[in-house]
């Protein structure tokens, strides 16, 4: 995606809606988004309500940018 955070590369560790929504509004103007959540558990929002297809819609809205990739961390 081209803007003007093109090449800016962001980490986002953060959870409940502040922090991703801040890095999803980055990704929006070109940054490449790297999310990092919780192992075991991944980010709280993901539980909320309303659900669609068995997805939050809070968190596919507050994470619509990230990079999706499950690392074993040992």
Do not use: C, H, N
């Amino acid at each position: 995606m081209s803007g003007p955070l093109s090449g800016l590369k962001v980490l986002d560790i953060a959870t409940v809606y502040a922090a991703p929504f801040a890095a999803a509004l980055l990704g929006d103007y070109g940054a490449e988004v790297i999310k990092v959540e919780i192992p075991g558990r991944g980010d709280p929002v993901r539980g909320f309500q309303p659900m669609k297809l068995d997805e939050s819609i809070p968190w596919a809205t507050v994470s619509r940018r990230g990079i999706r990739k499950r690392l074993r961390l040992t």
